[in-house]
Every structure is written in C-alpha cells, then in structure tokens.
C-alpha cells in the first residue's frame, strides 16, 4: 500500500507542487490549508508523515506541532520561511523530525520524507515488528539494544541498565536528534501517574552516560542541550 503523507501547506502553488512531486514517487498525498483541520488529520493515525507549514492560518506549525507531539510520534517535516523559524524549530525541541526552508529543492524533500520514514518503520520495528524478537539486535553506531530481552550492548560488551535507564536509552534511540526537555523524558519513563521529581532524569541520564559513552565527561550520544534538555546524536 502507498504510504500517505499530509500536506499542511496554505499556499496553493506549494502545495500542488509538493503534491505532484510525492504523487510521482509513489506516495499518496493528501492537503490541507487550515491548521486546526491540519491537527485533527495528524492524530487521526491515517498519515505515515507530516509536511508541516510553520505559518498558517487557523493555528501555526509550531502549535500544531507541539499539540501532535502529546500524543503522537508521526515523523513530521516543517516547512520554515524564514531562518529564524528553523532556529526555532530545532531550539524549541518541539519533535519535529528535520525541517526545509524555504524555498526548497521539492526532489530533495522528497528524498528526506523516503529517508525519514525509513527511518521510523526500522524505529518502529524495535517494539512491534521483527525487531522485538528474541535475539534481534538493533544498532545504532556502537550503541545496541534488544528490546525484547531488554539488554544492551556498547563496543562489543554487554552493558547492565537498570529499567529505567533502559528506557531511557530506548526513548532516545527511537527519536534521535530529537530535543527531549527533562519533562518529556521524565513523562516518557516514569508516567504522569509517578509521584516522584523530574531531577530523578538527570540522575539517570548521568548513571546511562557512565555506561555508555566513552568519555562520560564528554558525552557523544547523549547531548545536553543547554536550556532545553537533551538529544540522541547520530553517531
Ligand atoms: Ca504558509
């Protein structure tokens, strides 16, 4: 089946001619202009990605974005105009997946929306899919998991986690490059019904640092991103 990928883009020209372009490489495309009816079609659960317009009428990308990200981890594309709006999409650690200014390179973006949802069904694979069978490794640079059997693994050597720390490392290898502020994780990890304190994620991220990274001092996977929180790098 086709995959399908929204366009929330208010600018006709643009979007007809994203359209066309994702139509020719296989994918089905569907477009809206308005971004409240935008954010109710992104957590229908009918899209496999978002191309997402940062200014819209109704309500913004950034809104929409952050609104989607409550509850949904479609991999999402923005759409910025301007410089500043990409800054603001990668300093805000919204979620989004990668992001286009304008004006762009349409073969370009498309070639971005294959990687990216490569990406994501290899991801998605870890918990659902073949991946989560006994046995199956997944790797990320010198960093590997086993979901199923909850182990790690880090230059060759098996790695102790604890629980938590395990899902930590999962929650960051699902979403790399993605800013998680310590509320997100703590949220992600421990559940909103845990009545416990957001400093606990420093805590751990320091314990999984000291398990993982070569130089804890210097971390080259988990990044602190000053202000926000932190981010899984690509090796
Ligand atoms: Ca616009």
């Given at each position: 089946m086709a995959r399908t990928i929204l366009v929330v883009e208010d600018e006709p020209q643009i979007a007809s001619l994203l359209t066309d372009y994702l139509s020719i490489a296989g994918f089905e495309a569907k477009t809206l202009a308005d971004g409240r009816d935008a954010l109710a079609a992104a957590l229908s659960g009918e899209f496999d990605l978002v191309l997402l317009d940062?200014?819209?009428?109704?309500?913004d990308g950034f809104e929409i974005l952050a609104r989607m990200r409550e509850s949904c981890e479609t991999p999402v594309i923005m759409l910025t105009a301007l410089r500043e709006d990409a800054d603001k999409v990668r300093g805000l650690g919204l979620g989004a997946d990668d992001y286009v200014t304008k004006p762009f390179s349409p073969s370009e973006l498309v070639a971005r929306v294959r990687n990216r949802l490569d990406r994501y069904a290899r991801l998605t694979n870890l918990?659902?899919?073949?991946?989560?069978?006994?046995g199956r490794w997944m790797a990320d640079g010198d960093v590997e998991i086993n979901v199923a059997s909850k182990r790690a693994r880090c230059r060759g050597a098996e790695v102790t986690l604890t629980a938590k720390e395990f899902e930590l490392l999962v929650a960051f290898m699902r979403n790399p490059d993605r800013v998680f502020t310590k509320d997100d994780l703590y949220a992600k990890v421990w559940g909103s019904d845990h009545f416990g304190d957001v400093s606990t994620v420093a805590v751990h991220i320091r314990r999984l640092r000291e398990k993982i990274e070569r130089d804890p001092a210097n971390p080259?996977?988990?990044e602190t991103v000053w202000g926000m929180g932190y981010r899984w790098k690509l090796p």
């Open positions: 940062a200014m819209l009428p109704g309500m918990t659902t899919g073949p991946e989560a069978e006994p080259s996977r988990i």
